[in-house]
Every structure is written in structure tokens, then in C-alpha cells.
């Protein structure tokens, strides 16, 4: 009696820690509201200067090649990307997600290129 408690409480608390896990690497992507796992005050400022400047060397080597965005975001689309990021600060979500289903970085519905490929993530860290 006493295993079978305990080995549910242990998949149970398993099982919590993971939904935790995969909602709070997947809350930020897209919404400048929520602070991704490298956020940091300095970080958050190069990459806004990188977004206002359309500096695409910036923004690549802040991402330092993490997340399925540096495999679809190149110097040729950035200004597009940039052009998502003030939208979504503005608040105009439906905007910013067009611009990024159109890049391949398709938010919630699953209809961008490769949604749910491994490494996927830290997308639009600010």
C-alpha cells in the first residue's frame, strides 16, 4: 500500500513538474510581456537596440545560433522579424503572428514550418 502512495505521488509530482516545464518554455515565445529563460536586463536592451537598428549581425550573435528562429530568420527576412517584435510590443498580436506564420515561426495553431521539431525555443527572447 505504502509503495503504491508513494510511487503515485512520485509520478504525480513527476508529471506536475513537467506540464510546469513546457509551459513556461512555451509562454514566452512571441509575447514581449513574458521574460524567456536567458532574459536579462543587459540582454533585453542589446536585443531591443538590434530590433530599432534592424541589425541583424546584433540579433545573431545575442541568439548565439539557440532556437528554430536562427534557422528561419536570415539578414534578408530580419526587418520582417523586427517589424513582428514592435508589433507584439504594441500590442497588436494578430499582426505580429501573421508576420511570423509568413516566416515560419507559426505561434499556438501548429501551422508554421516545423512546429514541434526539437530545439524549437528562445525564439523571440528578449
Known amino acids: 500500500m505504502k509503495k503504491t502512495t508513494l510511487g503515485l505521488g512520485a509520478l504525480a509530482l ?3 513538474v513537467a506540464g510546469v516545464s513546457a509551459g513556461t518554455a512555451l509562454a514566452y515565445k512571441g509575447d514581449p510581456a513574458v521574460k524567456g529563460p ?3 536586463v543587459e540582454r533585453h536592451e542589446a ?3 538590434a530590433f530599432e537598428n534592424k541589425d541583424y ?3 545573431k550573435k545575442l541568439m548565439q ?3 528554430r528562429v536562427t534557422q528561419v530568420v536570415n539578414e534578408g527576412n530580419f526587418a ?3 517589424e513582428a517584435h514592435e508589433l507584439a510590443e504594441q500590442g497588436k498580436t494578430a499582426e505580429a503572428q ?3 506564420q509568413e516566416l515560419g515561426l507559426g505561434l499556438h495553431s501548429g501551422s508554421g514550418k516545423g512546429m514541434g521539431q526539437a ?4 525564439g523571440m527572447n528578449r
Open 98 to 100: 501573421k508576420i511570423r
Open 119 to 122: 530545439g524549437m525555443g528562445r
Open 57 to 59: 549581425d546584433a540579433w
Open 65 to 67: 545560433g539557440k532556437g
Open 14 to 16: 513527476l508529471l506536475g
Open 38 to 40: 536567458n532574459y536579462s
Open 47 to 49: 536585443m531591443e537596440k
Open 80 to 82: 520582417k522579424f523586427a
